[in-house]
C-alpha cells in the first residue's frame, strides 16, 4: 500500500513540473502549419493576406486587396542617343512617403499627349528611391509612370513629361557643309538627289526645255509660277489639235476651283470651241458661266459626266426651280437604298400611271431612300409628299406583314446625320406624312396617297398628314429632307409596285375674300390653290384632289374625293366620339361603314344596290368585320318604349332567305287525314320527326270542314313537344276530315 502511495506521489510532481514549463514558453513553440496558410482580415472582415503556402505552390507572405498606392511624382526626360532618358527622383505626389507594400513603378510613353489606349509600357523601377532608364524612340514622345503596390492595385497616372525625342547622330550643322562641289561624281546628282522647288527659274535657260526634257505626266502644276499661263505667252492659234494629245485634257489635271470667271475672255466658250467632258463641279467657280463670260451652245448630255453639274453651280433661281419638285416615276431604283432583305428594280409594265415603268418592291424593303437626293428644306413652304403604290403579290402570310409608308427622312446640317421624330439619328420614327402603316391588299389596285408637311418644331407629332392646311412639322434639326418609304412591313415577302414618289412645294397661300378682288376670277381656271372659308378653326377646304370638312384641331370630319382606291368617287364622314374613328362612305350604289384601321375593306359593312341582268335589280344589307374576322349579325330594332319591350329582328344564321315564303326554325305546320274510330268518339293521330326551335312549345289545330259545330264537334292538340305533337278529332260521323296543325316554340 505504501508503494502505491509513493507512485502516485511522483506521476503527481511530474505533471506539475509539465504544466508550470509549458505556462512559461509561447503558445506557438511547439506548433506547425500543415499543408496551408494563415489568412489575416482586417476589422471589415475583408482579407488582406495569407502566410504561409500559396495557390501556385510557393511558400510565401502575400498581400491583397491593399488600398491604391499614392501617384508618383512628374519624370523628367531628356533626349538621348536613340531615344530619351526618363528620371524618377522617387518622390509621390503630395509629399507623400512611400507606400509599405511598393512593389514597382511602371514607365509609360506615348506618341500622343493624351496617352490613347494607356500608351506603351516600356519597364519599371523597382526601388522606391527612383532612377534612371532610356526608352527607346523614333521620334517625340511622352512618358508617365503609375505605380503599383504588391497587392497588383495601381495608382492613378503622373503628370504627363515631354515632348522629346532622339539626340541626332551627327548635327545638322556639321551635314550643311560635309558634301562640296568637287565630292560629287560626274552624273552623280539624280531627281532623286534634287529637293523639290530647289530648281527655280533662274537655274534653267531660257530655251532649254525641249520636248525630250519632258518625262510623261511630271510636269505638274506647282512647277509653274502664278500667272505664268497667260495669254501673251503663247502665239495666237499656236495650239492646235497637233499639240494636244488625244484625251489628255482631263479634268483631275486642274486643282479645285482652276478655272475662274477671270480665266476666260467673253465669249470663249462656244458651240465652235468643241466639247467639254470630265471636268467635274469642283474644278468650276460657281457662277463662272454667266452670260458675259462665256455662251455654251449644242452641249449634249453626253459631253457633261453623271453628277457633274450640282445644284451650287446653279444661278439663285435656277436653284428654287429645282427645289420646286422632286419625282420619280419608278424608273430609278438603282438610285434608291435601302437596309432590308427586299430588291428594288425598275420594270416596265403597261398599265403604269406614270410613264412605262415602275419600281418593283419584293420582299421587305426597310428605309428605301434616295442617297442622291438632298433637298433643301424651307420651313416657311408647304411641300406636298406623294406616292402611288399597288400590293401585287400577297405576303405568305394573308393580312400580315402588308404596310406602306411613305414621308421624307431628315438629315441635319452635315447632309449625312438623319433626324428624326425625336432628333435621333435614325431611319426609323421618320415623318411618314403621306401613309403611315398603311395596309395593303394584293390586287386592289393602285392607291395613291398624299401629305403635307410645313415648319419645325422641338417635338414634332408624326402620322398622316393629309390636311394641306394642317401640314406635319419637322423636327427642328432637319436641313434637308429625301424620300423615303417602308414596303411589307415588317419582314413581308410579298410584292409591290410603286408607280410614282413626289415632293413637290406647293404654297400658294389660302384663298379668302379679302386677298381677291371683285371680278377677278371669272370664267378662269385656278390650279395647285388651297380654297378655305377660314384660316383656322372648323372649315370647309378645297385642296389638291379633295374637298373636306375640318374640326377646330385640323380633324379631317367629312370629305369628298375623286378615288376612294377602287376607281370610285365617294363621300365619307367620320366619327371619333366613341375612341375609334368610324366613317361612313357614300358612292355610286353603295354606302358603306367601317373603322378606320380596323375593318377589312373588302368586309365593310354597307346597303349594296346591283343590276344582275334580265330586268332583275339587288339590294343588299351586309354586316362588316374586323381583319382576319367573320362578319357579325344584323340586329333590326323597332323602337317602341323601353329597350326590353323593343321588338327586334336578329338575322345572325348563316342564310335567311324568303323566295315567296316565309320559313323559321322555330316554327313547323302539316296536315293530317283521321278517321274516326266511332261517332262522337275523339280519335287521334300522333305527328313525330319534328325538329322546332326553343325551349316552349304551342301548337295550333284547325280542320278543314263546312260543318264545324255540327259534324265536327271537335279539334285539338296534346303532347306538343320540339319533335312532335298529337292531334284530335271528334266528329257525329266516321267520316274521314283532314285537320291543319302548326307548332311554334319560343
Known sequence: MADTIA??????????????DLSRTSRLANSSIENGAITVYDDGGDLRGSIGLQPDGTLAVAAVNGPPPPVPGAPTITSVLGGVAVVWDGSFAGGTQAPADFAYVEVHSSTAP???????????????????????????????????????????????????????VVAQAVLDGIISELALADDA????????AAVGKTEIADGSITTPKLVVGELNGDRLAVGTMAANVLIAASIT????????????????????????????????????A??????????????????????????????????DRLSVGLQGQVGQKFYDFGDQASKWSESGAGSMTTVAVADAQSGGSVMRCVGYIAAGYRPDIKIPFDPG?????????????????????????????????DGVTWVNLTGANSTSSQFFVAANAQDQTAGAGWVTYTGYIKGTSTAPVGGVKPNANAPGQLHANVRYITPIVFVNYTGGSGTAEIDMFAIEVVEMGALTASNVVAGAIDGQVITGATVQTAKSGARLALSGNRFFATDATGKVLAEIVPDDGSGRSAYFTYDTRLGLNYYAGLTAGDVRFGISGQTDPQEEAGV?????????????????????????????YSETGPVASDSEIVLSADKITAPGRLTAGNMAFGSVNITPSAADTPTSFTVSGLHVAGSTFRAFVSANTTVPGTSVTGVGATSVSATGVTVWLTRANTNTTTVYWMVVGS
Open 381 to 413: 413652304v408647304t411641300y406636298r409628299v406623294s406616292a402611288r403604290v399597288r400590293q401585287t403579290v400577297a405576303n405568305s402570310t394573308p393580312g400580315t406583314n402588308q404596310k406602306f409608308y411613305a414621308g421624307v427622312a431628315g438629315l441635319a446640317a
Open 241 to 276: 489639235a497637233a499639240q494636244i494629245k488625244a484625251l489628255s485634257l482631263t479634268g483631275d489635271l486642274m486643282a479645285v476651283n482652276t478655272l475662274t470667271a477671270d480665266k476666260f475672255a467673253a465669249g470663249t466658250i462656244t458651240a465652235a470651241s468643241g466639247v467639254i
Open 608 to 636: 349594296l344596290y346591283s343590276f344582275l341582268g334580265g330586268g332583275l335589280y339587288e339590294l343588299l344589307l351586309r354586316s362588316g368585320s374586323d381583319l382576319g374576322n367573320s362578319a357579325a349579325e344584323i340586329n333590326l
Open 114 to 168: 493624351d496617352f490613347p489606349d494607356d500608351g506603351s509600357l516600356f519597364s519599371a523601377f523597382y526601388s522606391a528611391q527612383g532612377g534612371t532608364m532610356t526608352v527607346p524612340a523614333g521620334g517625340p514622345v511622352w512618358v508617365r509612370l503609375v505605380c503599383v503596390s504588391t497587392s497588383g492595385v495601381v495608382s492613378d497616372p503622373s503628370p504627363v513629361a515631354g515632348p522629346a525625342g532622339p539626340t541626332p
Open 278 to 311: 470630265s471636268i467635274d463641279a469642283s474644278k468650276i467657280v460657281t457662277g463662272i458661266f454667266d452670260a458675259s463670260k462665256a455662251t455654251i451652245k449644242n452641249l449634249d448630255a453626253s459631253a457633261i459626266n453623271a453628277g457633274t453639274i450640282n445644284v
Open 7 to 20: 507512485v502516485l506521489a511522483g506521476r503527481i510532481a511530474t505533471l506539475e513540473r509539465l504544466v508550470r
Open 189 to 196: 546628282v539624280t531627281r532623286a538627289k534634287i529637293a523639290a
